[in-house]
């Protein structure tokens, strides 16, 4: 199978990358729409979302001075509910791709991040070509729902949550799961006997969903993300979550 790398440069058609240009509409509260079953992204502590989208979307709500509201859905119910207005964002570990740019417009990426694959220690699955033929369990509406597809003879087995994919890994019901490196890590440390495969998936950036048209918005997310990453606060977020190897 050829590795996928998904870039923003190749995605650009349809994606708004206005900044700064002086937006007149005052954003008093911002919806954010997410699935809390995605760490180190977001996740629930007691009864709190946190995670690095979390704190990257207050980060932004402050710099608009707005306050944030987190609504947690199933994933593929997020950009239903940004494109009906339900939520402003929708932030979520999610990729940019040419399906998305139909329904939505994104920012420009704040993360780069991979697919990977999990295993049972003992699989004969090393690299994705290995993948062909092999029942695979991916989270419904993820990236790995929809690169999965191209995978030869592969029977897919899609759950709404990441875990539940990783649970039926562990009772033998699927050959391997796709899904997000950091994600993988945090399961394969709470599951013994599963390890990721060391070549990734694939690479991909990830964006904020914004309702298409909506300019005004888009470009203050931009400004603020550009921000962020100018004065260092956006790398502080993904390191306090995210440690060096």
Not at 199 to 227: C, H, M, P, R, W
């Amino acid at each position: 199978m050829k590795k996928v790398f998904v870039s923003i440069l190749a995605l650009s058609l349809g994606v708004l990358t206005v900044f700064g240009t002086g937006c007149t509409k005052k954003q008093t509260e911002l919806i954010m729409a997410t699935n809390a079953e995605f760490p180190p992204y977001e996740y629930y502590d007691g009864d709190k979302i946190v995670g690095i989208d979390a704190e990257i979307a207050q980060a932004i709500a402050d710099e608009m001075g707005a306050t944030l509201v987190i609504e947690d859905m199933q994933f593929d119910s997020i950009l239903a509910s940004v494109q009906t207005g339900k939520a402003d964002m929708g932030v979520a570990g999610m990729t940019i791709t040419e399906d998305r740019l139909q329904n939505v417009d994104f920012s420009i990426p704040y993360a780069t991040a991979m697919q990977v694959i999990i295993v049972p220690e003992d699989s004969d699955i090393t690299t994705p070509d290995d993948l062909a033929g092999k029942t695979i369990g991916v989270q419904l509406g993820t990236t790995g729902d929809i690169y999965a597809d191209d995978i030869e003879d592969a029977t897919i087995e899609r759950y709404n949550k990441g875990f539940e994919a990783v649970s039926a890994l562990t009772q033998g019901k699927v050959d391997a799961v796709i899904i997000d490196n950091e994600p993988a890590k945090v399961f394969v440390s709470q599951n013994e006997g599963l390890k990721v495969v060391s070549e990734e998936f694939t690479i991909e950036e990830y964006a904020i969903a914004i309702k298409k048209g909506n300019t005004d918005l888009l470009n203050q997310v931009n400004d603020a993300i550009s921000k962020l990453q100018e004065s260092g606060k956006l790398q502080e977020i993904v390191d306090k979550y995210i440690k060096a190897e």
